[in-house]
Nanobody, 124 residues
């Protein structure tokens, strides 16, 4: 499966952005999907994940209540709605797919496929 992320940009603190990640090549409903991010000088970290049918979600503690992951399997797309953005959310955000969703949803090693990512910059 190929993943194409979009929706990043520059926003002021307190603002919102919605990231999208479109899957192509295979049916997205076969995959658990997630967003990871990596800031300069820091390790990549799990941000949010969603199960194949969208029923189960998981979030990084620092984004709970501010970010929402969702998916539209009819459009083979996963979204990350980011509200109340903070400067510490500044990072390069990548989407990832885990075929059959059997891996640990928060672990990067569970994901076989990665999109090219999109930059999110939050100014103070």
């Amino acid at each position: 499966v190929q993943l194409q992320a979009s929706g990043g940009g520059l926003v002021q603190a307190g603002g919102s952005l919605r990231l999208s990640c479109a899957a192509s090549g295979r049916t997205a409903s076969n995959y658990a999907l997630a967003w990871f991010r990596q800031a300069p000088g820091k390790e990549r970290e799990f941000v949010a994940g969603i199960s194949r049918n969208g029923v189960f979600t998981n979030y990084l503690d620092s984004v709970k209540g501010r970010f929402t992951i969702s998916r539209d399997n009819a459009k083979d797309t996963v979204y990350l709605q980011m509200n109340s953005l903070k400067p510490e959310d500044t990072a390069f955000y990548s989407c990832a797919a885990d075929l059959w969703g059997r891996g640990d949803i928060v672990s990067a090693v569970a994901y076989e496929y990665w999109g090219q990512g999109t930059q999110v910059t939050v100014s103070s």
